[in-house]
């Protein structure tokens, strides 16, 4: 027989081992018959199955399945410096600082860790540890720093893209308002001529604003038009003339203090500034100006 060091020490790569264990379970466990199984070999019993059978395309996905994880559930946060399992810090591509990951564990390689994210357990990327696998830290850092900046450029192309598909919202809210109008055609509502000394003076003075050449038998003032103002009796029209000849008057008296330098109150040269932009104003000054230059006949001031 054989002595205690032939039979225990044995010599055989871990690829080795596997392909005897698997020819021990496919040619001698597989074709014995078990009582478990009523009598029938595992192979038999495996041939008379009819259901549907699953199988995993990537064996190598359950290994990393199985993987260990580290404290914490294997929950981390990627700081500047990766993530921190076992007091070593690994980094790896698509790794960004502030999210949240989880790190599992492969007990053969001390040098890299699995990181998927912590919300759905995608994978995110293999990080490793300088210090363990003998790399240089600067080479690591420089190549961190390029794929933050690779992620970051991405996230802002994926962000304008975005943008651009995006409307204005005041254009979609001017769309809905319109969409929210109903469908009712506005037909024009019934009015009557309105008119005002001003707007009639207005008028007066728009049409002799390019007069034309008079023929010489035709020379002298011209009359003035009579004026016909719609629901307002002659002694309100006369009434309204009046208080406009007072304002006028006033706004020239401050106008004239305000030019020599005297003392004006507030009040006065507010009042002062605002009617003077006024068309009522406006309209008096040039009716004035154009009866001096003959370019409007005498009459009932503007």
């Not at 059978?53 to 990393?64: E, G, M, N, T, V």
């Not at 960004?96 to 599992?104: A, I």
Request: glycine share 6%; charged share 30%.
């Amino acid at each position: 027989g054989e002595d205690d060091h032939d039979a225990f020490c044995v010599s055989l790569t871990g690829e080795e081992l596997q392909r005897r264990l698997d020819a021990w379970c496919a040619e001698d466990y597989a074709q014995r018959p078990h009582a478990g199984l009523d009598g029938l070999t595992p192979a038999e019993r495996a041939r008379s199955y009819a259901g549907e059978i699953r199988r995993i395309s990537d064996p190598r996905a359950l290994d990393l399945l199985l993987m260990d994880l580290p404290s914490g559930a294997g929950y981390r946060v990627v700081t500047k410096k990766g993530v921190s399992v076992e007091k070593a810090s690994f980094w790896g591509p698509g790794l960004v600082v502030g999210h949240k990951v989880r790190v599992r564990l492969d007990p053969t390689d001390m040098g890299r860790i699995y990181v998927y994210t912590a919300e759905d357990d995608a994978f995110v990327c293999v990080a490793e540890n300088p210090e363990r696998l003998g790399i240089s830290r600067a080479e690591v850092a420089a190549k961190a720093r390029a794929d933050q900046r690779a992620e970051t450029a991405s996230l802002r192309k994926r962000l304008q893209s975005v943008t651009r598909r995006l409307r204005p919202m005041h254009e979609v809210a001017a769309e809905l308002a319109r969409e929210a109008l109903p469908p009712v055609v506005e037909f024009p509502r019934p009015a009557e001529a309105y008119s005002t000394p001003a707007l009639e003076a207005a008028a007066d003075a728009a049409g002799s604003e390019r007069p034309m050449p008079l023929a010489p038998e035709a020379a002298g003032p011209r009359q003035p038009a009579q004026i016909i103002t719609l629901g307002k009796s002659p002694s309100a029209v006369d009434a309204e003339d009046e208080a406009k000849t007072r304002r006028v008057a006033r706004w020239k008296e401050l106008d004239a203090l305000i030019k020599a330098g005297a003392e004006v109150e507030a009040r006065d040269r507010r009042w002062h500034t605002a009617y003077g932009k006024d068309a009522e104003l406006v309209t008096a000054l040039n009716v004035e100006k154009w009866r001096a230059e003959g370019l409007v006949a005498g009459g009932r001031s503007a």
